[in-house]
Nanobody
Framework: QVQLVESGGGLVQPGGSLRLSCAAS????????MGWYRQVPGSPREFVAS????????AYADSVEGRFTVSRDNAKKRVYLQMNSLNVEDTGVYYC???????WGPGTQVTVGP
């Protein structure tokens, strides 16, 4: 059973930064492809970024490429999403996902606004 808990969301002004963290409780965290997704009301959940088990391969949605950075610390069983140059379109609930097992965290709200 994989349990994921996101943290680090909040309210930030346009152009600002946030760092999201996802804590995993699983024995084999270092084996899992991990991802970040986001969702706004009325829209489907969309892919943001992913990182392989070793942390050497990452992927990003076009809308965040160059602004967001995904990383992980396998010793701490955490995956991170550094978000820079945030704009209002980045507002949403951000979810961490174990992409191999399909497990989701409960999400953390990110709001970009004045």
């Amino acid at each position: 059973q994989v349990q994921l808990v996101e943290s680090g969301g909040g309210l930030v002004q346009p152009g600002g930064s946030l760092r999201l963290s996802c804590a995993a409780s699983t024995k084999f965290f270092e084996l899992y492809l991990m991802g970040w997704y986001r969702q706004v009301p009325g829209s489907p959940r969309e892919f943001v970024a992913s990182i392989d088990g070793g942390g050497g391969t990452t992927a990003y949605a076009d809308s965040v490429e160059g602004r967001f950075t995904v990383s992980r610390d396998n010793a701490k069983k955490r995956v991170y999403l550094q978000m820079n140059s945030l704009n209002v379109e980045d507002t949403g609930v951000y979810y961490c996902k174990n992409m191999d097992g399909g497990h989701w965290g409960p999400g953390t709200q990110v709001t970009v606004g004045p």
